[in-house]
């Protein structure tokens, strides 16, 4: 590999002047894990929950690249997130796949030249039915409220977008004698939507929803490109294949709340089968580092072979994320997104030894284990230096609890002064 892609795949090959090599003897070398539904990485929260509709936020204005996640998930073998605005909206804000380059500047970390995406929902979050009951005052508080809601959003878009066909329809001679109608950020996004430009991953869990989704969208003139967590999805298989849509779902997460109850370990390879390509993803930053073991449960509960459930990690989100030309397998070409395993990835004993971005190794285990060794090393001297400097009669700073200032009390309960 050179310049972050694939350059040659097969052996005997020639070993070109400064390039490395990597002896990975019997050990598994395969792409990097995409995370199809990660909130990894956010700074200051995910949720812009002030209105049903907040399509002009976007999740990209807000990327955190110090979060230690990215490290922990490259550990994991995970290369790519893409990082969803939460579900306390009907029609959310706008999403952001990144690369874990961890110490990369935010905009240096983002996926280069994919295709815009952004967050719809459904359920119990939606009409805040689990907001507590001094927070049940925003519209809608039913499911049929969100429906109208999403439909009442894509009327306002197509008269937005109406509007601005008219006004570019004109001439310059008319233009000048006429006003531009007033940009919206927010019907920006949805008539991208409209004209295939931005694509939806809508959080889902009941049958019934689904299906409403996907009739608003055949009604209103676009797709639903990805259902994500989709608990319910073996149930619609067959209308999701019809419709076009992907499916990205928890391998047995159910029973935390009402709607998931009709969750099956099953599910993935049920839509798989049907035809619906499909992914396990996270929605959890410890679970993430184990999407691995999280595709390989199909195995068991369904009976895919090991490059179907590898495919759910890694190909199959690369697809519903359009970037499969780019990531998602090993291919002369395509970006140097690798790991290398000490055991077959899909079994529970396998660990990462090695994981690369666009050809860099950004997690090595060789170099963890250096790294935390100076680090435990480093700690156990500046402990032994503050104990040998309080032998040695250093000044030493009282414990002791420090309490506003407005409460103006002269001591604490253990007996000590305040300041």
């Known amino acids: ?14 070993v ?29 929260g995910v949720n812009e929950c002030s209105h049903s509709v907040t399509s002009e936020v976007r999740i990209g204005d807000v990327i955190d690249p110090t ?65 507590g009951d001094m927070n049940r005052i925003r519209f809608p508080q039913t499911r049929m409220g969100v429906e109208q809601t999403m439909y009442d959003a894509f009327i306002r878009a197509k008269d937005y977008q109406l509007s601005w066909t008219k006004y570019n329809s004109l001439s310059s001679k008319e233009k000048s004698k006429s006003f531009s109608p007033r940009r919206d950020l927010q019907l920006d996004a949805l008539v991208e939507i409209l004209d295939g430009k931005r694509f939806i991953t809508c ?42 849509a992907f499916a990205s779902n928890f391998s047995d997460w159910w029973t935390y709340k009402y709607e998931v109850y009709d969750a099956i370990p099953y599910n993935s390879a049920i839509l798989t089968k049907v035809g619906v390509v ?73 660990k990462v030894n090695m994981t690369l971005v666009d050809g860099i190794v950004f997690y090595s285990e060789q170099q963890d284990s250096l790294k935390q060794d ?16 309080k032998q040695n009669g250093a000044p030493t700073q009282k414990v002791g609890i420090v309490y506003p200032q407005e409460w103006d009390c002269e001591t604490v309960t253990d007996g000590s002064s305040v300041n």
């Open 374 to 389: 100076w680090i435990q090393k480093e700690r156990t001297r500046l402990i032994n230096a503050m104990i040998q400097a």
């Open 16 to 44: 070109l002047q400064d390039i490395r090599v990597v002896d990975a003897s019997g050990k598994y070398l395969t792409s990097g894990i995409i995370d199809e539904h990660s909130h990894i990485a956010i700074a200051q």
């Open 278 to 350: 499909t992914a396990v993803n996270s929605d959890d930053a410890e679970m993430a580092r184990r999407l691995n073991q999280e595709a390989a449960k199909s195995i068991k509960y369904g009976g895919l072979s090991e490059e179907e459930a590898w495919k759910l990690c890694t190909l199959n989100p690369a697809k519903m994320l359009h970037v499969d030309d780019r990531v998602g397998s090993i291919k002369v070409g395509k970006d140097a997104d690798l790991v290398l395993w000490n055991n077959n990835p899909l079994s529970i004993y396998a």
């Open 203 to 244: 959080h889902s869990y009941v049958q019934s929803e689904i299906n409403m989704l996907m009739h608003v969208a055949d009604s209103m003139g676009f797709k639903v490109n990805t259902f994500t967590h989709i608990l319910e999805g073996y149930k619609v298989a067959d209308k999701m294949k019809a419709h076009g």
């Open 1 to 14: 590999m050179s310049a972050g892609k694939i350059q040659k795949i097969g052996q005997n090959l020639p």
């Open 67 to 131: 979060d230690i996640n990215i490290y922990r998930q490259l550990s994991g073998g995970v290369t790519c997130s893409h990082l969803l605005h939460g579900s306390c909206n009907s029609i959310g804000g706008q999403t952001q796949l990144i690369k874990l380059c961890w110490g990369y500047s935010p905009e240096a970390m983002k996926f280069q030249g994919w295709p815009g995406f952004i967050k719809f929902a459904l359920g119990e979050n939606v009409k805040t039915s689990n907001w």
